[in-house]
């Protein structure tokens, strides 16, 4: 360790050569800048072949969701969900921490006021000492100054730790956003799974009145001797079958109603609806925009760069902690070892100049160990980067094959259930004049039920590619 101590009256000609060369060394600056790293990336999203840019990830959540019910449990959501305000306040703290960096570059200065009384031994070295030329028992000394301490950033020490606090307010930002694209999709989804439990239930309460009356048809032609106690007792069966899904699905609508109300930070309770499932279509124009956008566009892909560049610009200071680093502080004010004289000027000024000079010899490895462990972090989020990219991809294309394949299972779905429709009205008419049995018309009952809500839970699951696709782009934080 090197260090000075300068007067103020004497020459400062060394100090500001040690200022110049200060300067000209902190111009240089350790560590890699930092460059995204190469990502595997598609020409185009599996089951799209297009080069269209527009995306729906650019669309606002209030023009893709034109429910007016759905906008308003968003808007509430957004407005109320803990996991969202408890995100906001780590971006609101992270804030803080980013405005007390951008001032690590400036000097430290404190003051003080200092009093202080010593009574040494007569018998003492101090004690013979201080008597020799003052006649006090006691020695005063009061002292109020001026700390001036600032560090030079050579190496750029200094410049890397800003960039890290930078990167880890973005992260916490992009990270907030991430949170608020995910429980836009989650109320979105829990809406339309809420809808179609409605229709669910619906279309079972429909199909237990049409058991009822084809059990009191099959009564009837039991008391004519024309069918047996057992077909009654099946068709009686058939009804109870159907009757036992209306508590499932009303248990199931108030899961979903607490759900959705926890996620907009209510208390558990009903939720208003507005258009049913059916009257809720499927967006025409998703378009996902080319894959590359994904790394500017997803919220949770960006919070992963930033933490990639707060694991470079750590790399960088530890390897900083290895040079010299150069302090220097000035100190300047008043004393006097009498109190009555304490602010005699300039008979009690004084100053003081220091400057020190440390490299670190031996720590034992523990610099050099920081350094590869900084090192092998920022590889590590090299990798957390991409295997995010190859997720958001892998998420884009699922969504979409889901989108384009529930399209044909819609076409189907809606078909067969206009068969059996047309099927269960066959089957009674021919019941009724003898031509089929009770068995026919609980098998066609049976189908009908099923494939109506079979059809309401792929309508259901079209909504939810869509909302997939959409969070899945990085829509849903505008």
């Known amino acids: 360790m090197n260090h000075f101590i300068m007067k103020p009256k004497a020459d400062l000609r060394y100090f500001l050569t040690l200022v110049i060369l200060t300067v000209v060394i902190a111009s240089c600056k350790v560590g890699q800048a930092y460059k995204r790293p190469e990502v595997a990336l598609p020409q185009e999203f599996r089951a799209v072949a297009t080069a269209d840019t527009s995306s729906i990830a650019d669309v606002e959540w209030k023009q893709f969701f034109t429910d007016p019910a759905l906008q308003s449990l968003v808007s ?27 001032l690590l570059q400036l000097p430290q200065l404190s003051f003080s006021v200092t009093g202080q009384t010593t009574n040494p031994s007569n018998n003492s070295l101090n004690g013979l000492s201080i008597g020799s030329f003052i006649k006090k028992q006691h020695v005063e000394d009061f002292n109020a100054a001026l700390t001036l301490t600032w560090e030079a950033d050579i190496w750029g020490k200094i410049r890397r730790q800003q960039e ?20 836009v999709a989650s109320i979105a989804q829990g809406y339309y799974n809420l809808l179609m439990l409605d229709e669910q239930l619906n279309i079972a309460k429909k199909n237990l009145a049409l058991t009822d009356s084809t059990l009191r048809f099959t009564q009837l032609q039991r008391n004519a001797g024309e069918v047996t106690t057992l077909a009654v007792q099946q068709v009686e069966a058939q009804k109870q079958s159907t009757a036992l899904l209306i508590p499932q699905l009303e ?21 208003e609806r507005g258009k049913g499932l059916f009257n809720s279509d499927v967006p025409q124009w998703l378009t996902p925009g080319i894959p590359s956008a994904i790394l500017s566009r997803r919220p ?31 100190q300047g004010g008043l ?7 304490w602010f005699n000027i300039p008979a009690s000024l004084f100053g003081t100049l220091l400057g020190n000079v440390t490299q670190p010899v031996f720590q034992q490895r523990r610099l050099k160990t920081e350094l590869e462990t900084a090192k092998i972090q920022r590889e590590q989020s090299v990798l957390e980067f991409r295997q995010s990219v190859l997720t958001a991809i892998g998420e884009v294309s699922d969504a979409l094959v889901a989108t384009e394949k529930l399209k044909e299972q819609k076409t189907i779905a809606s078909n067969q259930a206009d068969t059996l429709q047309l099927a269960i009205k066959n089957a009674r008419l021919l019941f009724k004049s003898g031509m089929a ?6 098998s066609a009952q049976s189908n009908v039920l099923q494939s109506e809500l079979n059809l309401a839970n792929i309508h259901r699951l ?11 782009l990085g829509g849903g934080w505008k």
């Open 76 to 102: 509430k959501g957004i407005s109320y969900n803990y996991d969202l305000q408890i995100a906001l306040k780590r971006v609101a703290a992270s804030e803080q921490t980013l405005k007390q960096a951008k």
């Open 164 to 183: 890290a606090t930078m990167a880890g307010y973005l992260q916490t930002y992009e990270a907030s956003k991430a949170v608020q694209t995910q429980i």
């Open 251 to 271: 248990q199931n609508i108030a899961i979903q109603e607490n759900a959705l109300s926890i996620l907009t930070g209510s208390l558990p309770g009903p939720v």
């Open 300 to 330: 949770d892909v960006r919070a992963r760069e930033m933490d990639l560049i707060t694991a470079n610009a750590k790399a960088g200071i530890a390897q900083a902690n290895m040079y010299p680093s150069l302090s220097i502080t000035a």
């Open 335 to 341: 004393n006097s070892y009498l109190s009555n004289n």
């Open 437 to 442: 049995n009770y068995i026919e018309v609980l």
């Open 462 to 472: 079209q909504l939810s590619a869509a909302v997939d696709l959409y969070r899945s």
